[in-house]
C-alpha cells in the first residue's frame, strides 16, 4: 500500500511579499544569512538561480541533523508569486520516493501568507510525516520576516 500525502502550513508576516517571492525565486542563495541556523548554504548546480529547470543544492539543519538537498525548481509563478522545488537527491529521499516543496505568496493588505506546500510519496508507511520539514519551514519564514524588519528599522 502506498501512502502519498499533501501538508500545507500558512504562516503570516509583516512587510512585503514581493522581496519574499523574490528571495525563493531569485536568490535562495541569500537565505543562509537571514536564517544562518537552520539554512548553510545554497548552490546552483545547472542553470542559473531564477530559471525553471536549474539545479539548486540546498545545505541545511533539519531537527540537529545536518542535511542536503538537490533541488529542480519546477516552476517560477511571478503573477501568483509562486515557487515549486522538486527534490531530486538529498537527506529527504531516505523517507519518502517523491518530495514536492512549493511556497507561495498571499497578499492581503498589511500582513502578508506564507503558504508551505509539502506533496510527497512514503517510502515506507510506518515512517513519520513530514511535520519536522513544515516547522523548519515557518522558522525559515520568521527568520526572513525578522531580517527584513530588522534592515527597515535601520534605512
Not at 3 to 32: Q, W, Y
Not at 134 to 147: G, N, P, R, S, W
Request: charged share 30%; glycine share 8%.
Amino acid at each position: 500500500m502506498r501512502v502519498i500525502g499533501k501538508f500545507e502550513v500558512e504562516v503570516d508576516i509583516a512587510g512585503g511579499g514581493d522581496v519574499f517571492h523574490e528571495i525563493f525565486s531569485t536568490r535562495p542563495h541569500h537565505i543562509s544569512t537571514m536564517s544562518p541556523s537552520n539554512i548553510h548554504g545554497c548552490d546552483v548546480h545547472e542553470g542559473d538561480f531564477g530559471k525553471p529547470g536549474s539545479v539548486i543544492f540546498w545545505e541545511y539543519t533539519l531537527d540537529g541533523q545536518k542535511c542536503v538537498a538537490k533541488e529542480v525548481i519546477e516552476v517560477i509563478d511571478e503573477e501568483n508569486q509562486l515557487v515549486r522545488f522538486k527534490i531530486v537527491d538529498g537527506d529527504l529521499l531516505k523517507e519518502f520516493k517523491s518530495f514536492t516543496l512549493t511556497v507561495h505568496v498571499l497578499p492581503r493588505g498589511d500582513l502578508t501568507g506564507v503558504k508551505w506546500i509539502a506533496e510527497f510519496e512514503k517510502i515506507d508507511n510506518n515512517m513519520p510525516y513530514p511535520t519536522k520539514l513544515l516547522d523548519f519551514c515557518i522558522a525559515v519564514t520568521k527568520d526572513i520576516e525578522t531580517h527584513h524588519l530588522n534592515e527597515a528599522k535601520t534605512e
